[in-house]
């Protein structure tokens, strides 16, 4: 399998466990997820997940950043009701992040494997830089 993937420009695969089944998704290795795509792909992630938002960090030269970002309508009334004007994937738009151990964020981008952090729960050390 890996191999015919790599001859279709799959660089990885994953599956993701669901109710009654498992998607499977293929990251292409020829470029990465730019615009519309990019902008579906998000906005296709928080509907299946029912997520407030769902950002794609991109690495450049050592360095992540957000490539992409998208807030589902229903989260930004929520918090436009409560006073707040920016979402939280607004505000992490302007951060960038040594895309190494020291965050989560790199620590994917190196080790290619998910990371799950349950909001209600203090984060796992050195998931978040200081």
Not at 9 to 25: Q, R
Not at 84 to 105: I, N, R, W, Y
Request: net charge negative; charged share 20%.
């Amino acid at each position: 399998m890996t191999q015919d993937a790599q001859s279709f420009g799959i660089k990885t695969i994953h599956f993701a466990p669901f109710d009654g089944g498992v998607l499977e998704y293929g990251v292409s290795g020829v470029g990465a997820l730019t615009d519309t795509p990019l902008e579906a792909t998000l906005k296709m992630q928080c509907e299946a997940t029912n997520a407030a938002y769902a950002m794609y960090w991109k690495e450049t030269a050592g360095v992540a950043v957000v490539a992409g970002r998208y807030v589902a309508p229903e989260h930004a009334a929520e918090l436009r009701k409560t006073g707040k004007k920016v979402t939280f994937a607004e505000a992490s738009q302007a951060l960038t992040l040594v895309a190494d151990e020291t965050s989560g964020v790199g620590k994917v981008l190196i080790n290619r494997e998910p990371i799950f952090v349950q909001a209600h729960h203090p984060a796992p050390q050195g998931l978040f830089p200081p």
